[in-house]
């Protein structure tokens, strides 16, 4: 754990003492050893469920590899060529219509929380950490909806590749093992013919280091201070129409925790993570503060692993505004960066199948420099920190195409609030998108507004320690091109107890509220764990009528709600 706050780190050295991996003695002698079962460990999230006139899955084992002494090696690596039930269907992407990469992983002895993450012909798919495994072993799987790189699952041969950093010595036993399936779902009748823009991009271009990379290590970027800028060239097809940047973003080292870093102290509680095309600022993402499940205080999340840490969030940033059909070079940096930060970027590219070049135009730009506060109030001994930041881009620019004279217009607003006290830390980062596109006549092509809220607090008093934090995503979408859901919103709080027992024991717990409603489904579930033990689990995917409760979690709705999550073994 880094000690990223001096005030956490004060409050905590009681409860540090105690090595995590061996923080639940009693349990661990009550199992023999050898004979203990695994603990499942996972991250609530919510199943993935084909689309209506979908067959499958036809399942297919890319890699199954065993990582122990993996660290700044180069990455395990498999030959992929597309599924043959994809080719039985006619082998292109749009005979896609759900597919899941599964991952899936064991660890038997103690083991820190380490990166992962995989790619396919370079471009990543997926990015989490692994649990941080207590002795008597762990299994845990995710399941990420990966339709968007259909293109890519359906192009020719090219290869498949999965780093995962462990390092192995007589007190870091664990090896992982895992395996990473990709199941796919096929349409049964032939797809309408796709709406542009808005299905599944015709081209992915990876803009990771090239495998095999000489040093070994992931194939992303590694950022390792405020000035270090990492840059790829591509040069975009002529007939590109469309173009989204998607990042893959984790902070590591020196920056594991710095969301809550106190202001002025290793930079502060400030990050993002900004796009360059050409040296000019196209775009940004500011973090999920990703909390791995060895951070903070590891037992607070065991076995419900923190929100997006099996799983990491991605970042798109619209550039279609940006287009002009020339060779870029793409800049990727990150605001007070420490070291350091793994980013990894795809370019989505929509490609017109009815002409071989498209002409483009810009029409405006803004991007003012992000605005960044910190200021302290209170005494000496009570000291509160604030800090606040924000930040907008907008670019408007039209692209002529076989599909018209389409204008879009992105736009990219974020804030950041936070506050410290010697007992309290609350955050919470919003970071709104919008992309407008309208034809010729100003009708509406299509139109994606999103807004994302990730609140994140701790409150530390008497020997317990609450951590609650949480991912909020709503989507509302338009337009005559637009065919998927018009909303969709995902509410979920993760609040997370640990506690001094008397006699010098810890008792943990935690609850997870987690609420998905869209207007193609639903999905609602709670879970409440206590130690290693589930003490409830419900779920539900019937849609709440209009107008009734939508099942949003009670969970850090009061301070003292908390304490029934918190049952003793
Ligand atoms: C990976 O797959 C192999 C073959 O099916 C199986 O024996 C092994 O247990 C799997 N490993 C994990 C971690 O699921
Ligand atoms: C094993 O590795 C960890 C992490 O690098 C280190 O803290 C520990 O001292 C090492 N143990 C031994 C016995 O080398
Ligand atoms: C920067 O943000 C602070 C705090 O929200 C605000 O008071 C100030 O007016 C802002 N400055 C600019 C130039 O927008
Ligand atoms: C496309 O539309 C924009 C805005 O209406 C206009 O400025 C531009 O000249 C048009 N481009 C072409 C090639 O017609
Ligand atoms: C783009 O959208 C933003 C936010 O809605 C708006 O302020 C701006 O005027 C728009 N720009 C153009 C060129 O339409
Ligand atoms: C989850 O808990 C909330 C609040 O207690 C409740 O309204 C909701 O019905 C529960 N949902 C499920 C699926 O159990």
Redesign the pocket.
């Known amino acids: 754990m880094a000690a990223s706050s001096v005030h956490l780190a004060l409050l905590l050295c009681l409860m540090i003492m105690i090595p995590a991996t061996v923080a639940s003695p009693r349990r661990l002698r009550e199992s023999p050893a050898g004979a203990s079962r695994p603990t499942t460990f996972f991250e609530v999230d919510r199943p993935l469920r084909p689309p209506p006139g979908s067959s499958g899955p036809c399942s297919t084992l890319l890699l199954s590899g065993s990582f122990g002494s993996t660290l700044a090696k180069p990455p395990a690596t498999a030959a992929y060529s597309p599924p043959r039930c994809l080719a039985a269907a006619g082998g292109r992407a749009s005979a896609i219509s759900l597919a899941v990469l599964e991952w899936r992983a064991a660890c038997r002895g103690a083991q820190l929380d380490r990166i992962f993450g995989v790619w396919l012909g370079g471009a990543e798919l997926l990015r989490g950490s692994t649990a941080a495994p207590p002795l008597d072993g762990i299994v845990w799987s995710v399941s990420k909806d990966v339709t968007k790189y259909a293109s890519l699952v359906a192009a020719g041969r090219s290869t498949l590749a999965v780093y995962l950093g462990n390092l192995v010595n007589s007190t870091l036993t664990g090896v992982y093992r895992a395996n990473v399936t990709l199941h796919l779902y096929l349409r049964r009748a032939p797809a309408p013919r796709p709406p542009p823009a808005v299905a599944p991009a015709d081209l992915v271009l990876p803009m990771s280091r090239a495998l095999p990379p000489n040093s070994g290590g992931g194939l992303w970027h590694q950022i390792r201070s405020a000035a270090d800028v990492q840059s790829t060239s591509v040069a975009l097809p002529s007939n590109t129409y469309r173009a989204v940047l998607e990042l893959y973003i984790s902070s590591h080292g020196d920056d594991e925790s710095w969301y809550t870093n106190q202001p002025g102290y290793r930079n502060g509680p400030f990050r993002e993570v900004t796009v360059r095309v050409d040296g000019v600022l196209a775009g940004a993402a500011w973090p999920f503060p990703v909390i791995y499940p060895g951070g903070i205080y590891p037992l607070l999340w065991r076995p419900v692993a923190p929100i997006g840490s099996f799983n990491l969030p991605t970042y798109d940033v619209e550039l279609t505004p940006l287009l002009d059909g020339k060779a870029h070079e793409f800049g990727f940096a990150v605001t007070n960066a420490q070291d350091v930060w793994y980013v990894g970027a795809n370019l989505h590219l929509w490609l017109d199948p009815g002409s071989t070049a498209t002409t483009a135009g810009l029409?405006?730009y803004v991007a003012p420099p992000a605005n960044a506060t910190s200021s302290q109030s209170g005494d000496p001994v009570d000291t509160h920190h604030h800090a606040t930041a924000s930040r907008l881009f907008?670019a408007?620019g039209w692209v002529r195409s076989s599909y018209g004279n389409i204008t879009t217009?992105a736009?990219q607003t974020f804030g950041l609030e936070y506050t410290l006290t010697f007992e309290t830390l609350d955050r919470t980062t919003v970071a709104g998108a919008?992309v407008?596109a309208t034809d010729h006549a100003g009708g509406v092509v299509y139109a994606v507004q999103t807004r994302r809220n990730f609140p994140l607090g701790w409150l530390y008093e008497q020997g317990r320690l609450t951590v609650t934090h949480g991912l909020d995503e709503t989507t509302v979408s338009a337009g005559r091109w637009w065919t998927g859901p018009r909303s969709r919103s995902l509410r979920t709080t993760q609040s997370s107890v640990v506690e001094d027992e008397e006699g010098g024991g810890k008792s943990w717990g935690v609850r997870q509220a987690y609420s998905y409603e869209a207007t193609d489904g639903c999905y609602f579930r709670n879970v409440t764990s206590s130690g290693y033990g589930i003490v409830s689990d419900h779920s539900s995917e019937v849609c709440a009528a209009k107008g009734t409760s939508s099942g949003r979690g009670a969970v850090g709705a009061a301070p003292g709600a908390e304490k029934a999550g918190l049952v003793r073994n």
Do not use: F, I, M
């Open positions: 029409v405006s907008s408007a217009n736009t919008g407008s």
